[in-house]
C-alpha cells in the first residue's frame, strides 16, 4: 500500500517513514507543503499522513486543495495542537482522523488500518473471500484454514487484489502501490509474484486478463 507522508521534522519523519516501511508501506517522504501538494496531483495514493505546519503550504491548505480535486484518499494528520477548534478546522478542512504528537507509532497503523477499512467499506478488521482470510493487522493469510507463508510484496499485492475483488488492476497499478519513488522494479516483478501467490493459494485464485492485468473474481468458487 503506498502513503504519502508529509513531515518537515527530519529526525520525526525519518523515523516515521522507517516504522511504516518497516509495517509493509511503500512509503514517499516530503518535507514542503508544496511539493506534496504538487505529488497528490501526478501520483496515486492510498493513504496520506499529514502534518499541518509545514514550509511554503501548509496542512490545512493542502488538505482543502486535495478535497476540492474531489480526491478522497483518507488523510491522517499529526498535529501538535490538541485543542478543540484545531481538529474543527481540520476536519472540516477535509482530514479524516487525527494523532496528536507525540504519538506512538502502533497507534498510527492502527488509525491507518481503519482508514483504509473505511475507505475500501469495510467493517470487518479481516478481508475474507472463497477460503482466503487476510489479517492486515497481524499479515497473516490462511486458506481452507491453512496458514499460508507469504512474503511481504506477496502479501501485498494479495491485500490490494482482495481490496478490490471484482476489479481488473493493472500491472502498472500494483507496481505505483507496491513500491516508492527511487525503488529499482524490474520489468517482470509483479507477475513473479503473482506466479508465487497461485502456487502458494489455488491457481484459481488470481485471473490474468489479457493485455489488462489481474483480477480476483467476485463469484469466483474454489
Known amino acids: 500500500m503506498r502513503l504519502l507522508l508529509v513531515e518537515d521534522d527530519e529526525i520525526l519523519g525519518d523515523g516515521l517513514a522507517a516504522g511504516l516501511k518497516m509495517e509493509g508501506y511503500a512509503v514517499d517522504w516530503l518535507t514542503n507543503g508544496k511539493l506534496a501538494d504538487e505529488a497528490l496531483k501526478t501520483n496515486s495514493y492510498e493513504l496520506v499522513v499529514l502534518d499541518l505546519n509545514l514550509p511554503d503550504m501548509d496542512g490545512i491548505s493542502i488538505l482543502r486543495a486535495l478535497r476540492g480535486r474531489k480526491n478522497e484518499t483518507p488523510v491522517l494528520v499529526l498535529t501538535a495542537k490538541d485543542t478543540i477548534p484545531d481538529r474543527i478546522l481540520g476536519l472540516d478542512s477535509g482530514a479524516d482522523d487525527f494523532v496528536i504528537k507525540p504519538f506512538d507509532l502502533n497507534e ?115
Not at 469495510?122 to 482466503?132: A, D, F, S, V
Not at 499460508?148 to 487484489?161: D, M, P, T, V, Y
Not at 481488473?168 to 497499478?173: E, G, N, T, Y
Not at 509483479?190 to 489479457?210: G, P
Open 108 to 222: 498510527v497503523c492502527a488509525r491507518l488500518r481503519a482508514l483504509a477499512r473505511r475507505n475500501e467499506g469495510r467493517g470487518t478488521p479481516t478481508i475474507e473471500h472463497n477460503g482466503i482470510v487476510l489479517d492486515p493487522a497481524s499479515h497473516h493469510v490462511t486458506f481452507q484454514g491453512e496458514k499460508i507463508e507469504l512474503s511481504q510484496k506477496e502479501f501485498e499485492i494479495l491485500s490490494f487484489l482482495m481490496s478490490n475483488i471484482g476489479r481488473v488492476i493493472s500491472r502498472a497499478r500494483l507496481e505505483e502501490s507496491l513500491y516508492s519513488w527511487g525503488s529499482d522494479v524490474e520489468s517482470n516483478t509483479v507477475e513473479v509474484h503473482i506466479h508465487h501467490l497461485r502456487k502458494k493459494l489455488d491457481a484459481s485464485v488470481i485471473r490474468t486478463v489479457r493485455g489488462v492485468g489481474y483480477i480476483i473474481d467476485a463469484d469466483d468458487e474454489i
